[in-house]
Antibody, heavy 119, light 107 residues
Framework: QVQLVESGGGVVQPGRSLRLSCAAS????????MHWVRQAPGRGLEWVAV????????YYADSVKGRFTISRDNSKNTVYLQLNSLRAEDTAVYYC????????????WGQGALVTVSS | EIVLTQSPDFQSVTPKEKVTITCRAS??????LHWYQQKPGQSPQLLVK???QSFSGVPSRFSGSGSGTHFTLTINGLEAEDAATYYC?????????FGQGTKVEIK
């Protein structure tokens, strides 16, 4: 069955960096776009970034543009989110999610990775 | 940015009752509207895609309708396991956006 497993979360100081990973299994990874969506504690969902199935197109929310970078390694069935210049407002659970096309619905989600930005 | 506004924010409902959640878009998005259920401590799960297409494995009591700027999610015959927060999501354009969520509590 489809599985998405995030890792790499933790506590980090403001201004520092972190890299999240999302390992995919149970489907043909190279035919799906991959997204990151975050949820601050007690808040709603916020779309963060998307990478097309072949890595040729990537888009970001304005709130993270220039600080976060999405990438994928199709040989490892893994998508990454590099988080730089972290701020307190980046504190959230970060979910990776699969989409049939680049800008479409999310049909499977991971369990999430908590990132806490605090001094 | 397309803003999605859900109503109500909170609803307390008796089992077997019908639940209707509304999502309004700030501009026309055709049928590019999807619904998710998120139970406490869990990740969101897709219920309805393209406004009215039920996702595989979702119970038939969940249905969606609407187009343009006005959409609804209906739960016909609420069950105790349906206690959750429900979100609408648009994929008409970037950035993709979500409604603020509707929390459904079981009385």
């Amino acid at each position: 069955q489809v599985q998405l497993v995030e890792s790499g979360g933790g506590v980090v100081q403001p201004g520092r960096s972190l890299r999240l990973s999302c390992a995919a299994s149970g489907f043909t990874f190279t035919t799906y776009a991959m997204h990151w969506v975050r949820q601050a504690p007690g808040r709603g969902l916020e779309w963060v970034a998307v990478l097309s199935y072949d890595g040729s197109n990537k888009y970001y929310a304005d709130s993270v543009k220039g600080r976060f970078t999405i990438s994928r390694d199709n040989s490892k069935n893994t998508v990454y989110l590099q988080l730089n210049s972290l701020r307190a407002e980046d504190t959230a659970v970060y979910y990776c999610a699969r989409a049939p096309y680049t800008i479409y619905w999310f049909d499977h989600w991971g369990q999430g990775a908590l990132v806490t930005v605090s001094s | 940015e397309i803003v999605l506004t859900q109503s109500p924010d909170f609803q307390s409902v008796t089992p077997k009752e019908k639940v209707t959640i509304t999502c309004r878009a700030s501009q026309s998005i055709g049928s590019s509207l999807h619904w998710y259920q998120q139970k406490p401590g869990q990740s969101p799960q897709l219920l309805v895609k393209h406004a009215s297409q039920s996702f595989s494995g979702v119970p038939s009591r969940f249905s969606g309708s609407g187009s343009g700027t006005h959409f609804t999610l209906t739960i016909n015959g609420l069950e105790a396991e349906d206690a959750a927060t429900y979100y609408c999501h648009q994929s008409s354009g970037l950035p993709q956006t979500f409604g603020q969520g509707t929390k459904v509590e079981i009385k």
